[in-house]
């Protein structure tokens, strides 16, 4: 065999592999497919999907970010805000061109809580701070045994090699002595895995409609289950027939004589997985330090205990 006619059977047969369906296709071409499991959440975009750790960085950043930040100045022994102040403008209305305070300080703790690590440069000119500019994720490399940053921010326009005095660094709980941080996922990501886990086995039950299964059987004359009355063929042939009936809208498919539907169910309260969802959600609000009332997990609880 040439190597045209080899590479030409090769090519064919990926093409065939590839228009074929996989195994994990869902079978309404209308649905997404769902992903496999088990999920391990190790991102930031995977962990804000989960409602709880969503709604712990949405009120740590946005509490954070409504406290005043203002300077004062003594004077005969009293505190006075000193609007005259160079850094004034910046800490109080707006540290940079493109982010009020407000954004600036919510964004801020975001980075810290769930990227572990902070970066602000600070941009000044003929001398004095002009602006404060956090830096976008993944942009910033801190070489520890050196001591320098060198940051490559396409949407800040920051490039090249920074000093430590003109970088603002702040850190989540760090797991090196303090030079930098670790996000609160890397920390969670086990229980972030187990609350995602649930979520999409809740996704599986409820995106199908909660799609009736069982199993088909023969019977002999002798009244026993699968005594070799029905060979693997004609049940997988029968099976997809009864799925293609129920798919169709149909509540009742016809099944002949020597052939039997016994319908499996599980517990309802077993498959919304309720109790391992009440169990993350608290987990969740410990990593986070957010009492579980502020998202709204005692309601969980109070339908719990009025049931």
């Not at 490399?141 to 005095?165: A, K, Q, V, W």
């Not at 995106?207 to 009736?212: A, H, M, P, V």
């Not at 997988?236 to 009742?252: A, C, L, M, P, Y």
């Amino acid at each position: 065999m040439g190597l045209k006619e080899y590479f030409s059977n090769k090519i064919g047969s990926a093409q065939r592999r590839a228009d074929e369906p996989g195994k994990d296709a869902v079978v309404s071409p209308s649905l997404p497919k769902i992903p496999n499991q088990p999920i391990n959440v190790y991102s930031t975009d995977q962990a804000m999907k989960l409602s709880a750790a969503y709604r712990c960085t949405a009120i740590l950043s946005g509490t954070i970010a409504s406290m005043p930040l203002l300077i004062e100045r003594k004077s005969n022994g009293y505190f006075s805000l000193d609007e005259q102040h160079e850094l004034y403008r910046l800490l109080d209305v707006q540290p940079n061109s493109r982010m009020n305070i407000f954004e600036f300080i919510r964004n801020m703790v975001c980075h810290i809580i769930n990227e572990g690590n902070a970066y602000i440069v600070i941009k000044r000119k003929f001398g004095a701070v002009s602006e404060l500019v956090l830096c976008s994720k993944n942009t910033v490399f801190y070489d520890i045994l050196h001591d320098y940053y060198t940051i490559s921010d396409p949407y800040n326009h920051l490039y090249g090699r920074y000093e430590p005095y003109e970088v603002i660094h702040l850190r989540n709980n760090s797991l090196d002595g303090g030079y930098t941080g670790v996000s609160t996922i890397t920390y969670a990501s086990r229980i972030f895995s187990i609350a995602a886990s649930a979520d999409n086995q809740n996704l599986r039950t409820f995106q199908n409609g909660s799609k009736i299964k069982g199993l088909v059987s023969g019977k002999s004359l002798s009244g026993a289950i699968g005594t070799n009355t029905l060979t693997d063929k004609q049940g997988k042939d029968v099976g997809e027939r009864i799925e293609e009936q129920f798919n169709g809208g149909r509540d009742i498919a016809y099944i002949s004589g020597d052939m039997s539907f016994q319908q499996l169910s599980i517990n309802p309260i077993d498959a919304q997985l309720l109790g391992t969802k009440e169990l993350c959600v608290l987990d969740i609000c410990r990593f986070y330090g957010v009492h579980p009332d502020k998202v709204f997990a005692g309601q969980l609880l109070i339908i719990k205990l009025l049931k």
